[in-house]
Nanobody
Framework: QVQLVESGGGLVQAGGSLKVSCTVS????????SDWYRQAPGKQRELVAS???????NYADTVKGRFTISRDNAENTVYLQMNNLKPEDTGVYYC???????????WGQGTQVTVSS
C-alpha cells in the first residue's frame, strides 16, 4: 500500500519560514519524481515545485528564489523549504509522486500552511 504523509504545516507571519515534509512508503522512492502543489480557498490546485529522481528541480515563478525543494532517498522523504513567506502562499500543500514512463501517480493528504499579514 502506497502512503504519502505530509507534515510541517502551520501558521506563520509574513516574512517567516516553514519547512514541510512528505514521507513516502510502499514504493521505491528513488524511482519517482516528486512535486509540491498547493490549493488556496476557491482556487485551483497549482504546481509549486518539482524534483526529478536525479534531483533536477523546477519552480513556479511565484516562488522562485524563496522556496527550495529537496529529497532524501535514504529517508524516503521530499521537503519544501519556504522562506520569506507571503499571505498569498496560504493554502493546503500537497505532495505528489510520479514514476517516469508510468501512469503510477500518488498524492498525499495535504498539510495546511497559513501566512498572516
Amino acid at each position: 500500500q502506497v502512503q504519502l504523509v505530509e507534515s510541517g504545516g502551520g501558521l506563520v507571519q509574513a516574512g517567516g519560514s516553514l519547512k514541510v515534509s512528505c514521507t513516502v512508503s510502499g514504493v521505491i522512492f528513488g524511482l519517482y519524481a516528486s512535486d509540491w502543489y498547493r490549493q488556496a480557498p476557491g482556487k485551483q490546485r497549482e504546481l509549486v515545485a518539482s524534483i526529478t529522481s536525479i534531483s533536477s528541480t523546477n519552480y513556479a515563478d511565484t516562488v522562485k528564489g524563496r522556496f527550495t525543494i529537496s529529497r532524501d532517498n535514504a529517508e524516503n522523504t521530499v521537503y519544501l523549504q519556504m522562506n520569506n513567506l507571503k499571505p498569498e502562499d496560504t493554502g493546503v500543500y500537497y505532495c505528489r509522486i510520479q514514476r517516469r514512463g508510468s501512469p503510477d501517480t500518488y498524492w498525499g493528504q495535504g498539510t495546511q500552511v497559513t501566512v498572516s499579514s
